[in-house]
């Protein structure tokens, strides 16, 4: 069966193409229109459809619009109800209308779309399918599913067996962890449903003072659920203008949320393993993204196994309603491969890209040993290779790479990208080295945990070693990531250091790099002195020479 998932109705739209059980191709739309998150997640936005990466995952398998057997559309405006607090609530009723008319709004996108192929997959049963059944041994074990915001819910907890998953509890708005942290973000000068990761970074700044506050307006229920009562956060800290510099209380109110958090996280776990005595919990969400209360969730909960959707926002629902449709349909899904599901160039196309731009390059014998001598020379490289990657982080593809033993490369990465200075950034290593310099949940190849650095390598790697001597990691297996391995070995040889600083390809506010275009273009406007794009290498000092 060939099945297009499609997400559209709040942020992050993307597409993704699920082709008889074994996912072909999957993308943010805002790697193509360099919209950051696609678009604001207000109703007013809900009939667009992400139709340049729907386009792009059917090219990707040589199909029209016409050789699709079912749309699956992440959101079922039959399941909403008017009124219920914690929706928009003066247009709620146009996003509902949109999320009505989508069939008719994808077919004029795609044309040659039958819009009577359209499935509405309740946004939650998307999410938990973008787990569940991506997970390796894909359909069995529980799911815990927690955001902003779906059709009246905020939370699924349920349980997959033989691909079929059973709800167990369903969490009613206007109770939501996903808009309550959402809520903090906008109170701490933040761009809410896009910067909620600036407040997790935040909160290792500051001490819980507010923690019995937090404790006593938000709490578990005991039947799986949780409630969230509206909260005063200027009686708390004082509203933060974005720009604005950061107080003690501010850093003091973001620690006491996080904690708070990743109690009730544990809490509704504990709840739901309880239930079923499974042993493998998959986690998706826009919650799901908090590295540090998957951490203490996979470390302190009752589960021998944690696995988390790498695309865990609301990008992966597209990835999960296409899953969830296909196995309804009796396909056998496979396994998630990775997250390296976008587009790529072969060698040729990188070369036309470079001719055009009429910038100097070279094409060296041996491109990871290259690389490693610019990082051991403290150089910054950008890394464009292979596919580029489905969700938020970046993982070897489309990534930023520097020495980690220098502390200043901190403040030096963050000023190229245009960041604050508080947020940290992330090592990768190789797998088999990761235990003897990280403690935490392992394997990690999604950088969805953070891990604590073991005392004798901090000094060794400050550069990657956030305030509260944690990291957030990506261990790197050579047959996934072949040339990634070559350079951690080249690097390690040269430096004795097994680790590499690691973070998206990007400046801030605009999306990750995709497509060559951008990553020349960032080349050019950003301090980076070697750009390894696919077998070939750029030199800022030869470009800039000229």
């Known amino acids: 069966m060939r099945v297009l998932g499609v997400n559209a109705i709040f942020h992050d739209p993307s597409a993704a193409l699920v082709v008889d059980g074994r996912i072909v191709a999957a993308a943010e739309e805002e790697r193509f229109s360099r919209r950051k998150h696609g678009k604001r997640p207000v109703p007013f936005s809900a009939w667009e459809p992400p139709e340049k990466a729907a386009r792009w995952c059917l090219r990707e398998a040589g199909l029209e619009p016409g050789d699709l057997d079912a749309v699956a559309y992440s959101y079922d405006p039959r399941l909403v109800e008017q009124g219920v607090r914690g929706h928009d609530d003066q247009w709620e009723h146009l996003r509902t209308l949109y999320a009505q ?201 009752p589960y021998e196994e944690v696995w988390v959707q790498p695309a865990a926002g609301d990008a992966g629902t597209a990835l999960g309603a296409a899953l969830h449709v296909a196995q309804r349909a009796g396909d056998r899904i496979e396994p998630m491969p990775g997250a390296a599901l976008g587009r790529q160039w072969d060698e040729p196309e990188l070369a036309a890209w470079l001719d055009t731009a009429r910038i100097p390059y070279e094409r060296p014998d041996d491109l990871a040993a290259t690389v490693a001598d610019a990082l051991a020379r403290d150089q910054i490289v950008a890394w464009f ?79 990657v070693v956030h305030v509260d001597g944690t990291a957030r990691i990506q261990t790197v297996a050579r047959a996934d990531e072949p040339l990634v391995a070559d350079l951690l070995r080249a690097f390690r040889a040269r430096t004795g250091l097994p680790v590499l600083v690691n973070t998206s390809l990007n400046t801030a506010g605009r999306p990750m790099v995709d497509d060559p275009r951008d990553a020349l273009e960032c080349f050019g406007s950003a301090p980076v002195d070697l750009l390894a794009i696919g077998p070939f290498v750029v030199r800022r000092r030869e470009v800039f020479a000229r």
């Open 385 to 463: 290779q292979g596919r580029s990657e489905f969700g938020p982080r970046a993982l070897g593809h489309r990534s930023l790479l520097a020495h980690p033993g220098h502390a200043e490369n901190v403040e030096r990465l963050n000023a190229v990208k245009g960041r604050e200075q508080f947020r940290p950034i992330a090592p990768m290593v190789a797998v088999e080295d990761a235990a003897g310099i990280f403690e935490g949940p392992l394997p990690s190849p999604y950088m969805l945990f953070v891990h604590r650095v073991r005392p004798e390598w901090r000094d060794r790697i400050p550069a």
């Open 101 to 301: 008319r989508a069939p008719f709004f994808l077919a004029a996108a795609l044309p040659g779309l039958d819009p009577g192929i359209v499935r509405f997959v309740p946004h939650h049963v998307a999410h938990a399918a973008s787990a569940a059944l991506a997970a390796p041994d894909p359909g069995e074990g529980d799911v815990l599913v927690l955001d902003g915001r779906g059709e009246i819910h905020s939370h699924l907890a349920g349980t997959y067996r033989g691909g079929h998953l059973s709800p167990l509890h369903a969490q009613r708005l206007p109770h939501s962890l996903g808009l309550m942290y959402e809520e903090l973000t906008d109170h701490l000068g933040f761009l809410r449903s896009s910067d909620e990761y600036k407040v997790m970074a935040l909160a290792s700044y500051g001490e819980p003072r507010f923690l019995d506050e937090m404790r006593e307006h938000v709490r578990a229920t005991g039947d799986g659920g949780f409630a969230v009562d509206r909260i005063d956060w200027g009686a708390l800290a004082k509203a933060r203008a974005p720009g604005d510099e950061w107080t003690e209380d501010h850093a003091a109110l973001a620690a006491s949320v996080q904690i708070r958090l990743e109690e009730v996280l544990c809490d509704l776990a504990g709840w739901l393993h309880r239930r079923t005595g499974s042993r493998r919990l998959t986690l998706a969400g826009g919650v799901a993204l908090n590295c540090v209360a998957n951490s203490r969730l996979a470390e302190t909960g």
